[in-house]
T-cell receptor, first 109, second 114 residues
Framework: DAKTTQPNSMESNEEEPVHLPCNHS???????IHWYRQLPSQGPEYVIH???SNVNNRMASLAIAEDRKSSTLILHRATLRDAAVYYC??????????FGAGTRLTVKP | DSGVTQTPKHLITATGQRVTLRCSPR?????VYWYQQSLDQGLQFLIQ???????AKGNILERFSAQQFPDLHSELNLSSLELGDSALYFC?????????????FGPGTRLTVL
């Protein structure tokens, strides 16, 4: 299974942009890159996903490297409610969602 | 609120016992997934059902089993419980079974085995 590598933790100031990196050097051509986050005491929630092109939605942007071996989740203006563990996940044709340890994002007021 | 419901919220039981966790997916969703989250193992995919049929299997122990019923709700059965089975169990659902489908997670069932 293709794996992802993320920093254990990151800090950000409120209302500043946050760039959360993810390395997935063994990604295959059919793997989709998904990001989920888990707020304290809640189940994970979907953030964004993409295959090759950069993607934007109301929550975030996803920048995917040209060789697809890395990606970056961008929160344009972090709020205190964005404090969570962010998971970068590769989903293959089997559709398995293999969560890694994720990045714990702390947002400082 | 994701629309996925799980019962019970909390469950305390003893080693060797058997419990059943229940999940109701979002209206219209055909796929149900089960995950286990423990402090030392993180979030682990257990099993997926699609429209009543098992679709994918992850790190599910033989002591654990699941099924999806005709009304699409699902149950996860855990038997011969051990202390190490103490964890949060999440259910998720999605419309279809593809690798682009968003999974919506329930609030989880916290299982404590004493």
């Amino acid at each position: 299974d293709a794996k992802t590598t993320q920093p254990n933790s990151m800090e950000s100031n409120e209302e500043e942009p946050v760039h959360l990196p993810c390395n997935h050097s063994t990604i295959s051509g059919t793997d989709y890159i998904h990001w989920y986050r888990q707020l304290p005491s809640q189940g994970p929630e979907y953030v964004i996903h993409g295959l090759t092109s950069n993607v934007n939605n109301r929550m975030a942007s996803l920048a995917i490297a040209e060789d697809r071996k890395s990606s970056t989740l961008i929160l344009h203006r972090a709020t205190l409610r964005d404090a969570a563990v962010y998971y970068c996940i590769l989903r293959d044709r089997n559709n398995d969602m293999r969560f890694g340890a994720g990045t714990r994002l702390t947002v400082k007021p | 609120d994701s629309g996925v419901t799980q019962t019970p919220k909390h469950l305390i039981t003893a080693t060797g016992q058997r419990v059943t966790l229940r999940c109701s997916p979002r209206s219209g969703d055909l796929s149900v997934y089960w995950y286990q989250q423990s402090l030392d193992q993180g979030l682990q995919f257990l099993i997926q059902y699609y429209n009543g049929e098992e679709r994918a299997k992850g790190n599910i122990l033989e002591r654990f089993s699941a099924q999806q019923f005709p009304d699409l709700h699902s149950e996860l059965n855990l038997s011969s419980l051990e202390l190490g089975d103490s964890a949060l169990y999440f259910c998720a659902s999605s419309v279809e079974a593809g690798n682009t489908d968003t999974q919506y997670f329930g609030p989880g069932t916290r299982l404590t085995v004493l």
